[in-house]
Each structure stands twice: as structure tokens, then as C-alpha cells.
């Protein structure tokens, strides 16, 4: 995750902030800019850990999952959609197989009923 887009998406960052390090309060977190050097005074000041120490743990949550909220967003609709074609073999067209899309011909009218 790069610091433009989780500051971007703070509030959506908040609740994996508040899984790594339970003693940030959740109002104090959404008051915060979302730069890693708030994020880092505010922790130092809440865990009573130095700054080095922080800035390692922060740079280690940073490499983690991006939070599901952010993900789905509908801002990201495009990108989540160019990289769904990543499980499509190369050659196959998805729409081909009426097996497991079902049958694009009129279905057969159900028994005791007309057309």
C-alpha cells in the first residue's frame, strides 16, 4: 500500500490500524491526517515505544493486505476488473460456455402452462 492511497482511504484504514496496535482509540485515528509521521507521533505517544520502533512496525503493516473496504471500493471498479483477467487462460472466451453460463436459446415452457 502506498502512503497517497492510505491516506486517501483513512477511514477505511482505521479499523486494520486499530487490529495492529489495540491501544489507538478510534476518534483519535480518524482526527489524524494520514501521513505515516502522524500516524507514528501518535502511536509513539500511545504505546510509549520510540519513534524507530514505530516507523518499523507501521512500514511492516504498510506490506500487509489492503483492507477489504478499500479493495472494493467502486473508485477501483476498473482496476479490480483489469485484474480479474488474470485467471482467464489466455485464449478461452468466457461467454462460450453455456454449461456453466447457461443457455442463451428460450427455454422450454414449464408443464401445465402455455406459452
Avoid: C, K
Avoid at 487490529?19 to 500516524?39: F, I, S
Avoid at 512500514?59 to 471498479?77: I, N, Y
Avoid at 453455456?98 to 428460450?106: I, K, P, Q, V
Amino acid at each position: 500500500m502506498q502512503w497517497t492511497a492510505i491516506a486517501q482511504n483513512w477511514q477505511a484504514y482505521v479499523g486494520s490500524i486499530m487490529q495492529r496496535w489495540p491501544e489507538a482509540e478510534e476518534d483519535d485515528l480518524l482526527t489524524l491526517d494520514g501521513t505515516q509521521t502522524t500516524l507514528a507521533g501518535y502511536l509513539a505517544g500511545r504505546t510509549n515505544r520510540d519513534l524507530v520502533e514505530i516507523n518499523e512496525e507501521i512500514e511492516e503493516w504498510r506490506t500487509g493486505a489492503m483492507p477489504s473496504d478499500v479493495r472494493m471500493d467502486e473508485s477501483r471498479d476498473n482496476h479490480n476488473i483489469g485484474e480479474s483477467a488474470r485467471h482467464i487462460p489466455p485464449g478461452e472466451d468466457v461467454y462460450n460456455d453455456d454449461d456453466a453460463f447457461g443457455a442463451e436459446e428460450a427455454q422450454d415452457t414449464p408443464l401445465g402452462r402455455t406459452g
